[in-house]
Each structure stands twice: as structure tokens, then as C-alpha cells.
């Protein structure tokens, strides 16, 4: 692939050409040349875009498809244009299939369904046998087929043992242990947080307590063990403390945030829109500051879409009933930079690929191209339109969002709208 980047401007603090307008010239996959004005006379594909600004390809460390078994909510191909289409270039693939991602067999195939794709796919592979958590699935197999975490997704392990067992297991090997944040003997049938709203409303309450106790005990549990673990999609001001704390202690923790939970506030369920009904569910705006907070002093290590598709029918259904998720590639970065600037909402798109093992490409000469292109000064109203899930439960539908993506190049390809 061959291709001629004009007046581009580089978002990207490890570059030497970091806030510069310049032409960007892309040989078999490689950038060979980064200049102020570049000709073209072996006719190579010219990108001109209005605004034109490019970054390291983004990340996001939690992605829902469903295939194999739910593609009417989403295919892995589908799945994975959508990503590029909204300017990621590598996913991190949750387990939640049917049947569950829990062997060598498995991530053998979700990783050959995506081959050959500007995208890359990184499976999670289940932390227990069908993310039932009763027995370790099979850990060092799946890592030796690819899988980069373990992870039961939005399955809390309840048995404190078998937490502590699968941390000092796969540090073994170096494996990266994923816990959901939830004490399911205490969220109970919640469906919403646990405050004034939920009782206005009449909905069964999530209280903030639940993920807390399950934050501490995994804390208390990794300094035990000594190993290595990421807690994803963190919700409350507690959790914040907590990390904050036992980073200082230097425990070998991160964490993540869904980006609808720095924006969105549980006051917005007075619709009983079932396209917010979340899992952590949105919690008051006093735990949102926190976790914008725990962002901009580095506790929180990176940000996720927790993109989840689901279809129509578990969707448009009473508040109770519906399940939880909302799709959120498409809508990532405009949401991000409603709250932070260009700058910041790129470095946040782009951390977190060393905690799960994945190499990253500076735009440098020399460098293989792997970028994200994009327009940050447009704002617009999000609407199914922008869209291109199959399904499309977006928590952000009407909601004004600020800068526009254009696509991928990636993988000696290029992907643009």
C-alpha cells in the first residue's frame, strides 16, 4: 500500500514533527518520508480531508462483537469496520460469545476471523471455564494462541480463592488477570445506581458499595499474591481512592473507565431509555468529577467505549428487562473531546496498549504507518446515522459530540468513510 498524506497535522508527543502541518508519504506500509510539502511522482493515492489531523492508531481494551453465536448483534467483520471506520486501529475482544472464548481452540478462531484486517484483534480470553467462575479455564493455552488478559466479562468472581489462585497462576507466565468491580451479593437485581433517582424512579438500586467491596477485596488479594491485574470500567469516587491508594502502595494495578460514565449521569433514566441502562450503571455526577479527576492525575490508565452491540428486541423492551450495554466506537472520540482537549483525548485513546502487550508505532520516518485520521474542530448531533453496528443501542444518540473521525491506515491498508 502506497499513499500520500497531505497537510496533515500530527498529534503525537513522540514524534519529532508533534503539532506540525506536513505531508506524510507511506511506502509498502512504512512512513518514508515526513516533510513540509512532499511531491508525488510515482502517482501513489493521495489523502486530502478537511482539517486533516493524524495520531498513533487508538486502542480500546474492551470490545463486544458477538459472533460467533450472537451475530445478529454484531460479526467480527462488521465489527471490526466499524472500528476503523471510527478510527481505532487494535481492539482488545471480550469473551462474552456463545460459546464462551475459553480455549486454545477458540481464540484460534476469533484471531483467524480477523486476518488480513486493517484492524487488529486481540482476544480476551475467559478468565473461567464458560464464565461460569467456578474452574479456571485453560490460561497458558490461551496464552500461547494469542490471548493478551483474562477476563469473565461483567461476571464478578465471587470466590475470593479462586481470585487469588488464577493471580498467583498467571503471574507465571506474566498473564494479566482482569476483575469485574461488582459484590453481586450486594448489587442484588439492582439496574440503576442506588441513590435519589433510583427511588424516584422505582428502579431496583446498584449502590456504589457493591463495586467498592469488590475493588478492596481484589486490592487486598493482589498484594497478597504479588500479580497482576486490571480492573476495568470502574464507576464511583471510592473506586478512585482505592487505586489511587494502592498505587501508592505500588501494587502492579490498572484500570479503566467507560467514557459514558465521565459523561452521563443517572439523571438522564427519567426516559427509561433502555439504551442507558448500563453495567456499572451511571452514577451522579460527583462520581463522575471523580473519575475525570482520577484521569488527569493518572490513577485511571486509560479509557474504553465498553462497546457492547445489542439487538433491537433485548433493547426496546421494559427498563428491567432490557440487558445492559451500549455500542460506543462510533461515538468515542467526538464524547471524549466534550470534556478534554484534542491532545488529551488522543493520549487517552492511545494508553493502555503496553499494559496488554501491544507494540506502538510513533509517526515517525521509518515507522510502519499506523494511524488514526481525524477532524477535531466539528461538532455535530450523534445520531444512527453515524452508525455503522449492526445493532444500535448508543447511549450518546442525540447528544451534541465534537470532532469527527475519518479512518484507519493500518496493516499496509487503508480504511476511510
Not at 510515482?42 to 495520531?55: A, C, F, G, T
Not at 471510527?86 to 462474552?96: M, P, Q, V
Not at 503471574?171 to 459484590?183: A, H, I, K, M, R
Request: glycine residues 6%; proline residues 3%; charged residues 20%.
Amino acid at each position: 500500500m502506497n499513499a500520500l498524506i497531505k497537510s496533515a497535522t500530527i498529534v503525537d508527543s513522540k514524534s519529532e514533527f508533534h503539532n506540525k502541518t506536513v505531508d506524510i508519504l507511506i511506502e509498502e506500509g512504512r512512513v518514508t518520508k515526513i516533510s513540509k510539502r512532499i511531491s508525488n511522482p510515482k502517482n501513489y493515492r493521495e489523502i486530502k480531508l478537511d482539517n486533516l489531523h493524524v495520531s498513533q492508531g487508538w486502542f480500546d481494551s474492551s470490545v463486544s462483537f458477538g459472533e460467533p453465536g450472537y451475530e445478529e448483534r454484531e460479526t467480527i467483520s462488521n465489527g471490526l469496520n466499524t472500528a476503523a471506520r471510527s478510527g481505532f486501529t487494535a481492539i482488545a475482544l471480550n469473551a462474552n460469545s456463545n460459546p464462551v472464548i475459553d480455549s486454545y481452540a477458540d481464540i484460534t478462531f476469533v484471531k483467524s476471523k480477523a486476518n488480513d484486517n486493517a484492524v487488529n484483534l486481540y482476544p480476551i480470553g475467559a478468565l473461567t471455564k464458560s464464565s461460569k467462575g467456578i474452574d479456571l479455564a485453560e490460561l497458558f493455552d490461551m496464552t500461547n494462541a494469542g490471548a493478551v488478559a483474562f477476563y469473565d466479562y461483567q461476571k464478578p468472581i465471587s470466590n475470593p480463592n479462586l481470585m487469588k489462585i488464577a493471580l498467583q497462576y498467571a503471574s507465571n507466565f506474566d498473564g494479566l488477570v482482569c476483575s469485574f468491580p461488582q459484590e453481586s451479593k450486594i448489587s442484588g437485581l439492582g439496574v440503576a445506581n442506588e441513590h435519589i433517582n433510583s427511588t424516584k424512579l422505582g428502579l431496583k438500586g446498584n449502590p456504589a458499595l457493591a463495586e467498592e467491596l469488590q475493588v478492596a477485596r481484589d486490592l487486598f488479594l493482589l498484594e497478597y499474591t504479588e500479580g497482576k491485574l486490571h480492573i476495568p470500567t470502574i464507576s464511583t469516587a471510592k473506586s478512585v481512592e482505592l487505586i489511587r491508594a494502592a498505587k501508592a502502595n505500588k501494587l502492579n494495578v490498572t484500570c479503566s473507565v467507560a467514557i459514558h460514565n465521565l459523561l452521563l449521569t443517572d439523571d438522564v433514566l427519567f426516559s427509561f431509555d433502555a439504551n442507558f441502562k448500563v453495567l456499572p450503571p451511571l452514577r451522579t455526577q460527583k462520581d463522575c468529577d471523580a473519575l475525570i479527576e482520577g484521569i488527569k492525575d493518572g490513577t485511571i490508565d486509560m479509557v474504553t467505549t465498553d462497546h457492547n452491540p445489542i439487538d433491537i428486541e433485548d433493547k426496546k423492551i421494559e427498563f428491567d428487562y432490557a440487558k445492559y450495554g451500549t455500542i460506543g466506537l462510533e461515538s468515542a472520540f467526538g464524547a471524549l473531546q466534550t470534556i478534554f482537549t484534542t491532545k488529551k483525548a488522543v493520549s487517552l485513546l492511545t494508553q493502555g496498549k503496553n499494559r496488554f502487550g501491544i507494540s506502538e508505532f510513533s509517526i515517525n520516518e521509518g515507522e510502519y504507518a499506523n494511524l488514526s485520521l481525524f477532524n477535531p474542530d466539528t461538532s455535530y448531533e450523534f445520531g444512527k446515522i453515524h452508525i455503522s453496528s449492526k445493532s444500535k443501542n448508543s447511549a450518546f444518540l442525540g447528544t451534541t459530540l465534537k470532532g469527527k473521525t475519518y479512518g484507519i491506515i493500518a496493516n499496509n491498508k487503508i480504511v476511510l468513510k
